[in-house]
Every structure is written in structure tokens, then in C-alpha cells.
């Protein structure tokens, strides 16, 4: 990723040029092309994706209103992308004010759509009108063709002008609307689509639609998959427990209730219990992954808690109620609410906001879930046996806490030792690198700009926090220094805001074992400072794999390509010999190359200048596009089973480069 330029690296604003001059008027689309980013995020290949989402969700819209069985998705070889659906199709006839084709209207208007109508959509997932248009705007070509009132319509638009006037190309029986695009390449950074980037998607929206029908075909390799879930949230919640021990099985929780618009709030909840430590909560309304949670998460949580203890309590199987805590040990819950004026917050805009959707969730669950415990005394017993050894758990994490504590107090440093601190104390303006092993630790304590990069070394690899619970954790000394170091607290109590640095950055070695001290790092960060990740403090560095050395000059490359490109440019060949294998050593023509086994062999100079100096390093931020797909991929590398991993290992072997044995 690119650095942002310090303040004072900034080029000076030239004066007295704010005149009438300057007040520009974008008009229709300009504005998506001049700043892409404010509408769908950035133009990396996260947004790229993005323009699929857009589309589809429109679709999705017509099924939630009941107009739509199955949503088609086509990857084309030419790089275009098209989503099909059989819903009622986008109205093409004059539009009432605008005085021109109503399709060309909410193709080429920002705010423009049927959403604002509750008597089209009484929910949507698509709320502002501006999906689909800029779609358009940010693609070279773009076809919408629309089957509706017997007649298949269809028009053209590059970058988000039209091409000629709607037409009619044939009749037809059937109605719905296809829309295909290809993104403009001098917009984005890649135009390349991925199968499995879009499936996971594409899933997701199959388990909350069960009744919905999508497919997904690749044409440049073949690759299709059909999604469709007829068992809704309860296939949801075994899909992503299908790496773990089920302990409870899924209880389905279905409900309504009115909003203070006095519109039917729909709340449909699954949750199930198995072996592991951890809660896994996953919230949607509609279909929008409210990654925040909001008042329907809070609602459940509560609700949960309170019905549950009450039952315990009325049955004798405790004589206390326990925490909230206790009850989410172990606990994947999924929550789809469908709400008609859903409001949003938080830093991503993906928090409900909605009171009354609390009162809703709790009423809901109060009562049926009181109905399930006393019509089945097994399973509320499991459940109650769950929660009171997540107590007993919890006693023994507290404890452990308030060791902690107390030698962050009295220690003469609240700091761990081996904490190389920066000068700066703005968080901002720092950052922290988790190293592996003292050596390479040491190299970078010498290599690193003190002002602002603190080293902190660690010393062989963590313990495995998906297999623990929280008092095993704390007793772990590495991740009590992590703990202490980032200095904003653990699981529940985690508070992102309080964070000492502004960049987390892990650097291991570029091996089988760094990888897997960086699987062992991100399983930490995921289920206990989630929020880290979610406000893009976390990283990884990209230590070079290779060195080329011709003369006195050194070259660093981070994958094969790149050390093939170096020595082409060092030859000022435009290609390397036909079937020649490049191997470490010496060349004929004096070219020297070698390849690093860990960081330790770098000096400090070296790893200064590759991987930790702003302005020539690369780091990768780490991000969370699916948590449905990261919760699955963790269980899977760092849960109990064995066979999803074998599975998981054989299915990605062949895409290994470098294996170190």
C-alpha cells in the first residue's frame, strides 16, 4: 500500500487563487469519476469487487419485495462482469419529470431509484440511489438490457454517457434486468475480477435469501457455483461451525413487531453452541453485514442472557445468574433483521442505530426462547452446563488480568522491557513492529528510525488463542507483552481508541514458520482486538525474498517476477533466454543471487531500506471483507479438526511457490 506523505513533505498551497473561478459544478456522474473513492470506498481491487456488490444488490432488493427467484452472475473472459435477474425489470418509459426514459434516469442520476418509494420496496438493502449509476459511471462500456411489458428493452453508456437512446431488440414472455459492465481501467488499479472474492459474497446473500437461487459462472477457466440454501440461517450457522464441534444444534428464532413508524420490523435469529472458546456473531439487516453491530446484536445479546438465567434459575440448575459473558462462550449467532427505515452509524456506517429494533429482538426473544428452553430441558441444560464452566473460565481470566495489572503497576515502566519505545507519543504518528526472534529484533532496533518506529521482538510462536480460553491466554508471557505494548486492553474490554500506535505492523520471516507466527498473530488480532483490523491499524511487512548483487549495486525483489525483472534490466534484456532457471549463486555474467531464509540474515541497513523505511517498504493492510469467510478460514487452520485443514492444504497446494522443509 502507499504511504501518505508527511505534512511537511507537502507541496505549498499557492496563495489568492480562491476566486469565483474556482466554484466548480460537476454535472451528472462527474462527480463519481472525479472522486470514486467517496462512493464505493477506493479504487483498489476492494472496490473493484464493489461494483459487483452494487449490482447485485438491486437484485437482492427484488427478491426481498418478492419479485425475484434467481440472480445470475457471469464473469466474461473480455473482463466484463454481468448479473442477470428475473424480477419485474427496471421501468424504461418516460419519466414523469425528467421528461426521458426512466431507465436512463436511474442510470445516470445519483440519488434516482424505487427505494425511496415504500410502496415498491418496503426494505431495501440499496437506501441512497446511487449504486447502479456508478456502476456506470466508473465503466468503459456498460449495456443494461431490461425484459418488461413483453418487450426487451436495451442501452448503452461509456463512463456513464449514453451511447444512443433505449431500444427495442425483441419481445419476450419474461421479465427482468441484466446489466453488464466492464470497469475503466484508468480508474481502478486492477480490473481483474476473482471467482472466489465473489462467491463468498454471493453465498452469503444465498443463506440470508432462501429463497433465492444464484449462480456463478467464470468464462475464463470454467469455474461455476450455484448457491442456494432452502434451510436459510440454520444451513448458515452450520456452515460456519462446519470446521468445529456442534455441542448445541441450531435453534431458529423467528419474529416481528412494529417500528415506531409503525412500519413490520422482521427479525429472524439462529444460533447454535460447539466446543470452542470463542463467541462468533454475525448481524445483517437488510442484507447489509452490520460489522458493528447495532441495537438488534445488543437486543439479542440481552435478551439471551436474561431468558436463559430466569430458566436456570426457575429449574434449580443455578442458584446465581452468570454474565452476559458466560452465555456467548462457544456461541455462533446469526441475526437478519429487515427493517423499512433502518439508520445507520459508527465509523463505517455499519452500526444500527434503529431503538425500537431492540425492543422488537427482545420481545421476541424473551418469549420464544423461554417456549424453546421449556419444551426442551436437554438442551437448556447443555446450554446452562456451557455457561457455568465459561464462569468458572471467566473467574480465572479476571484473576489473571488483575495479575497482569499489577505488575504493569508496579513495574518502574508500564512498558515490557524488550519494548524498543519511539521518541514520538502521538499515536498517529507511530507505529510498533512485532518481530520475530531476538536476532532479527536486535537488526531492527538498529535499522529503524527512533522517532516514530518502536520494536518489540518475540521470541518463538504465541500460543494458539482459538484453542484457549481467556486465563490461558493472559498466562501466556508473549501475548501479555503484545497486550501491554499496544496499551488499549483485551477481548470485551479491547478499546481500539486508546491504541499507543497507529500502525501494528507484523514482521516475520518469509518461511513456512513465519507464515505460520503470522496465522498464529492475526488468530490473536481477529478474536480479541477485532477492531483493529476494522480500523485499518494492522499490517503486515514484506521482507525481500531475494537479492540480486551486480558489482557494488544491490537489488531487492519480493517474488520471482520481480528478481526476473531485475536481472533483465541489469542485462537490458527484453526477455531471459527461453527456458532458462534462474538459481542462487553466480551467474556467467557476473550476476549474484541470493535468496534470504529469515530475517535475521539482513543487516540493519538492509532491512531498513526494504521493509521498514516509509518511503520505499511495502506493507499490507490487513482488512476484513467477510467475516462469515475469516471466522470459517481460522476455524479451519486453527481449530481441533483435522480434516477441513487436510482438505484446505490439498485444495491450495498447488498455488505454493517457495516451500522450506
Not at 480465572?396 to 505488575?407: D, I, Y
Amino acid at each position: 500500500m502507499s504511504e501518505q506523505l508527511l505534512p511537511e513533505e507537502l507541496e505549498p498551497i499557492q496563495q489568492n487563487t480562491y476566486s469565483e473561478d474556482s466554484i466548480k459544478v460537476l454535472e451528472g456522474l462527474e462527480a463519481v469519476r472525479l472522486r470514486p473513492a467517496m462512493y464505493i470506498g477506493d479504487v483498489s481491487d476492494r472496490g473493484l469487487h464493489h461494483l459487483i456488490q452494487e449490482v447485485v444488490d438491486n437484485s437482492i432488493d427484488e427478491a426481498l419485495a418478492g419479485y425475484c427467484k434467481s440472480i445470475n452472475v457471469i464473469l466474461h473472459a473480455d473482463g466484463s462482469c454481468s448479473v442477470e435477474d428475473d424480477g419485474r425489470g427496471i421501468p424504461t418509459g418516460p419519466h414523469p419529470v425528467k421528461q426521458i426514459s426512466t431507465l436512463e434516469v436511474v442510470l445516470c442520476t445519483l440519488h434516482a431509484g424505487g427505494k425511496f418509494d415504500k410502496g415498491s420496496y418496503k426494505v431495501s438493502g440499496g437506501l441512497h440511489g446511487v449504486g447502479v449509476s456508478c456502476v456506470n459511471a466508473l465503466s468503459m462500456d456498460f449495456t443494461a438490457t431490461v425484459k418488461r411489458e413483453g418487450k426487451i428493452y436495451q442501452q448503452r453508456y461509456s463512463k456513464g454517457d449514453p451511447q444512443g437512446p433505449v431500444e427495442i431488440i425483441g419481445e419476450t414472455e419474461s421479465t427482468g434486468t441484466k446489466i453488464r459492465f466492464l470497469p475503466d481501467d484508468t480508474i481502478f488499479k486492477t480490473v481483474l475480477f476473482r471467482f472466489e472474492r465473489v462467491s463468498e459474497r454471493l453465498r452469503e446473500l444465498a443463506f440470508l435469501n432462501p429463497d433465492l437461487m444464484i449462480t456463478l459462472r467464470d468464462e475464463r477457466d470454467g469455474a461455476s457455483e450455484d448457491f442456494c440454501y432452502p434451510g436459510g440461517l440454520v444451513d448458515f450457522v452450520r456452515y460456519v461451525d462446519s470446521t468445529v464441534t456442534t455441542v448445541v444444534e441450531p435453534v431458529l428464532l423467528t419474529g416481528s413487531g412494529k417500528s415506531d413508524s409503525g412500519a413490520d420490523t422482521i427479525v429472524e435469529i439462529c444460533f447454535e453452541y460447539n466446543d470452542s472458546y470463542t463467541e462468533n456473531l454475525l448481524s445483517y439487516v437488510n442484507n447489509i453485514n452490520t460489522i458493528e453491530g447495532g441495537t438488534h446484536v445488543s437486543g439479542f445479546r440481552s435478551a439471551l442472557t436474561r431468558t436463559v438465567n430466569a430458566y436456570a434459575i426457575a429449574n434449580n440448575l443455578m442458584k446465581t445468574a452468570l454474565s452476559g459473558e458466560d452465555f456467548r462462550e462457544g456461541l455462533t449467532a446469526i441475526i437478519s433483521a429487515k427493517v423499512a427505515e433502518p439508520q445507520f452509524e459508527g465509523q463505517t456506517k455499519t452500526k444500527l442505530g434503529n431503538s425500537d429494533v431492540e425492543g422488537v429482538v427482545k420481545s421476541m426473544i424473551n418469549e420464544q426462547l423461554a417456549l424453546y428452553l421449556d419444551g426442551n430441558p436437554k438442551v437448556a441444560k447443555k446450554m446452562i452446563e456451557k455457561a457455568n464452566l465459561a464462569a468458572e473460565a471467566r473467574l480465572a481470566a479476571k484473576k489473571s488480568r488483575e495479575l497482569v495489572r499489577r505488575q504493569n503497576v508496579l513495574e518502574s515502566s508500564a512498558l515490557p522491557g524488550k519494548l524498543a519505545d519511539c521518541s514520538l507519543r502521538t499515536a498517529e504518528d507511530t507505529e510498533v513492529y512485532l518481530v520475530e526472534g531476538d536476532s532479527a529484533g536486535g537488526s531492527a532496533k538498529q535499522g529503524r528510525d527512533r522517532r516514530f518506529q518502536a520494536i518489540l521482538p518475540l521470541r518463538g510462536k504465541i500460543l494458539n488463542t482459538h484453542r484457549a480460553r481467556i486465563h490461558k491466554i493472559l498466562e501466556n508471557e508473549e501475548i501479555r507483552t503484545i497486550i501491554t505494548a499496544i496499551g488499549a486492553g483485551f477481548g470485551e474490554e479491547f478499546d481500539a481508541s486508546k491504541t499507543r500506535y497507529g500502525k501494528i505492523i507484523l514482521m516475520a520471516d518469509a518461511d513456512v514458520d513465519g507464515s505460520h507466527i503470522r496465522t498464529l498473530l492475526l488468530t490473536f488480532f481477529f478474536l480479541n482486538m477485532r477492531d483493529l483490523i476494522y480500523q485499518g491499524k494492522l499490517y503486515i511487512a514484506q521482507p525481500p525474498l531475494y537479492k540480486v548483487k551486480k558489482g557494488k549495486h544491490d537489488y531487492y525483489a519480493f517474488n520471482e517476477q520481480e528478481r526476473d525483472e531485475i536481472i533483465r534490466r541489469i542485462r537490458k534484456d527484453k526477455v531471459t533466454s527461453e527456458g532458462e532457471e534462474i538459481l542462487e549463486g553466480a551467474t556467467a555474467d557476473g550476476i549474484i543471487i541470493s535468496r534470504f531464509k529469515g530475517l535475521g540474515e539482513m543487516n540493519p541497513d538492509q532491512l531498513w531500506k526494504t521493509t521498514m523505511n516509509p518511503e520505499t517498504r511495502t506493507l499490507l493492510q490487513v482488512t476484513i471483507e467477510n467475516a462469515t469467510e475469516a471466522m470459517h478460514v481460522f476455524d479451519t487452520l486453527m481449530g481441533e479438526k483435522v480434516e477441513p485443514r487436510r482438505e484446505f492444504i490439498e485444495r491450495n497446494a498447488l498455488y505454493v511457490k517457495n516451500l522450506d522443509v
